[in-house]
Structure formats: C-alpha cells, structure tokens
C-alpha cells in the first residue's frame, strides 16, 4: 500500500474564495459595496466611475479578511485528513507485518512440541522394553532357582540320612554355582543398563543439541525481520517527512505568491480610484480658475500627462498574475495612448493604479491615499484622528461649538 498524496484545492486558495464571495453577492458584501458607495455620495460622485471603485473596492475589502480564514480553514482540514490517511498506512503495514510474525511464531512453536512428542514417544518404548527384558530375565532365573531348589531337596530327602558329607560338598558346589549365576546375572544386568543409560544420554544431547541450533536459527531469524523492519519503518518515515515539509513548504510559498497578487490587485484598485478622482477634480479645479484660457490648457496638458504616467505605472502593477504551480508571473503592460489631443481628456478613462500625492507637481483637493491605501493630505500625513475629515488637501478638524472645522497644520 502506497502512501496518500497532498492535493491543494480551489478552497484553500484565498483567491478563489475572494472571487466566491464577491460573485455571491450576499448581504454582507451589499452592505460593504453600499458602504463604498455611501462614502462616494458623501463627496458628491454618487453616479459616477468612482463611486463604482469605491463600491467595488469596499467589497474587495470586506471580503478579503473573510476569505484568507476560509482558506485557512480548509488547508488546515486538508492537512489533518492528510496525516490521518498516511497514518493509517502506516498502521495497516505494521498490523501485516506483526500478524506475518505470529504465523512464523506459530509454525515455529508446533514443530517444537511435535519433536519433543516423537522424542517422548520413543524413550517410553524404549523404557517399556528395557522393563519387559528385566522381567523376562528375573522370571527365567526365578524358575532355573526353583528347579534346583526341588532337585536339592529331592536329592537331600534321599540322601538325608548318610550322605551328609556329600549332601556338604554338593551344598557348597550349589552355593558356588548359585553365586557365580548371581555375579553374572548382576553383571549382564550392569551391562545393559548402563548400555541404555549410554544410549538415553546420547539421544538426550543429540535432542538438546538440535533444540538449541533449532532456537538459535530461529532467534537470527527473527533479530533479521525486527532490524529490517525498523530499518523499512525508519526509511518510510524519513521519506514521509520529507515530502511533508517540501509540500508545505510549496503549499507556503503558493500562498505567500497568491495573497502577493492579490494584495497587489486590491492596490491596484484602490490606487486606481483615487488618480481618478484627483485627475477628475484637478480638471474641474482649472476650468474653475481664473486663469487665461491658454493657461488652463498647459494646465490641463500637464495634468493629463501626469495622469497617463501614472496609469503606465498602475498598467505595471496590474500585469502581475499567479501561474498554476503558484510562481507570480509578471509580463510588460503596453503602454497608455491617450485618445485625444494634448491636453484633452480621454473618450474613456484609463485604468491606473498608482496614488498621486500632492508633493509630486499635482495639487488639487481630491481624495490621495498612499501606498497602504489610507487617505493622506496634500504633505502625504495620515489622518491624526478618527474626529478629522480631509477639506481641500488638509486635515480638519470638526468643531463641535461653532460648527465647521478648525484648521490644521502640518496634518496635526
């Protein structure tokens, strides 16, 4: 059984997500696209491109927190069922590998208990006929005893009275027979009992002799299945954790590459809503001066050839995109044609998205936000609280006595 792969799904993707979200049009992103647009209306642009991009943007910026937790989520859940599948392969190898070992064990064990069965069996017969011999030889010298025994009496009855010397010497050659019948019977019986003890002895050496080669195999055997075991076992899960950190660490670097794109999307939005709206408002400011016309139109030649500068960087920033394998992939944007004389407005807004602060050669009193995406004044500060609103590129603060706003200076 092989071990399970990693699969990276749209789900874990924070960019799919983004892109559900937003096609789902829930309430939650109606309330943050009216939110954008409410915020647009506050400036006067209700039905305008940019209260579209503050809309659009504002959705983008409420759904994006929403869709980095989902996708967190499901990669975390991903990862868990992962390690739960490669665990139970791991566990389902050992469990072939230890019941493999029983059946050894078992084969083992009842070859063991069948030798020592026949072993048994045999030294039972042999003490059985080693018994019946002895019998057999204490009978036939019981009766061979009993016959001289009668032939002496019978001889003593009649010869009892007058033939004691030779009843004497007949007596003593009995006895001496008698005893020499004994040593060798004595003898023969030594001899064959210590034959069998010989035999019982060389038979039990040649039995423990083959137990213990028979045990020893056995324990190199299985000394042999334990270290390659745990050698299989230890290779499986450096191989194992091994590929678990190149996987993470290419699912890492995915991540890192997708949320880059699409911080940089995002930006791009942002940056191109508010060069918009600075180009919009600088446009309405000079025609409101009281400039000569010849003066309002270098004005507009020189703000309009800001404007397209910009867009070219905002093109950049847009031409960069995540390949499939999670590598960012960036590609030279064509550059921006403005579509009427110098000095003109476009038929059609250009895309952009690179803020234009009011350091750089463009001061009008339209809405700038930095890089960050936050509102900044014409110095390029930051709002000093959440009770100052930006009037004409500076930082006001609202005055709750005589109404209006007290002046700042410096964005304090």
Do not use: C
């Amino acid at each position: 059984m092989g071990m399970p792969t990693y699969n990276i799904t749209d789900k874990m993707k924070t960019s799919k997500q983004l892109d559900g979200l937003l096609e789902a049009d829930n309430d939650y992103i109606k309330r943050a696209r009216k939110s954008g647009q409410s915020y647009a209306q506050s400036r006067g642009l209700l039905n305008s491109d940019i209260a579209a991009g503050a809309a659009h943007s504002a959705a983008i910026d409420a759904a994006l927190p929403i869709a980095q937790a989902d996708a967190g989520v499901e990669a975390d859940f991903g990862k868990i069922k992962y390690q739960g599948d490669v665990q139970s392969t791991l566990n389902s190898q050992e469990f072939g590998f230890q019941t493999q070992l029983n059946a050894q064990n078992f084969g083992f064990q009842k070859d063991l208990n069948s030798q020592n069965f026949g072993f048994q069996s045999k030294l039972n017969d042999q003490n059985y006929g080693h018994q019946t011999g002895l019998l057999e030889m204490e009978q036939g010298f019981n009766k061979d005893q009993s016959a001289l025994d009668r032939a002496h009496q019978l001889s003593l009855s009649d010869k009892q009275f007058g033939q004691q010397e030779s009843l004497l010497d007949k007596e003593q050659a009995f006895s001496a027979n008698q005893n020499l019948q004994n040593r060798e019977h004595q003898s023969s019986l030594l001899e064959i009992e210590q034959d069998f003890s010989a035999g019982q002895n060389l038979q039990n050496r040649n039995h423990q002799t083959g137990l213990l080669e028979q045990e020893q195999a056995f324990n190199a055997d299985q000394s042999s299945l334990d270290r390659t075991q745990r050698q299989d076992l230890l290779a499986q899960e450096q191989a194992f954790n091994a590929e678990q950190n190149a996987d993470q660490r290419s699912y890492e670097e995915r991540m890192r590459n997708i949320e880059d794109a699409t911080q940089r999307e995002i930006e791009a939005t942002k940056q191109d809503a508010g060069l918009y709206a600075q180009y919009i408002k600088g446009v309405a400011d000079i025609n409101a001066s009281s400039m000569e016309q010849g003066e309002k139109d270098v004005a507009a030649r020189n703000l309009w050839d800001q404007y397209t500068a910009g867009s070219q960087i905002g093109n950049s920033l847009r031409h960069i995109s995540v390949n499939p394998d999670g590598t960012v992939n960036r590609s030279e944007a064509a550059a921006v044609k403005p579509q009427a004389a110098a000095g003109q407005p476009p038929a059609q807004a250009q895309p952009n998205t690179t803020a234009m602060l009011y350091g750089q050669g463009i001061y009008t009193s339209g809405i700038t936000r930095d890089s960050a995406g936050e509102l900044v004044d014409k110095n390029g500060n930051p709002s000093p609280g959440g009770d100052y609103d930006l009037v004409d590129g500076q930082w006001k603060r609202q005055s709750q006595i005589y109404g209006g706003y007290w002046d700042t200076v410096g964005g304090r």
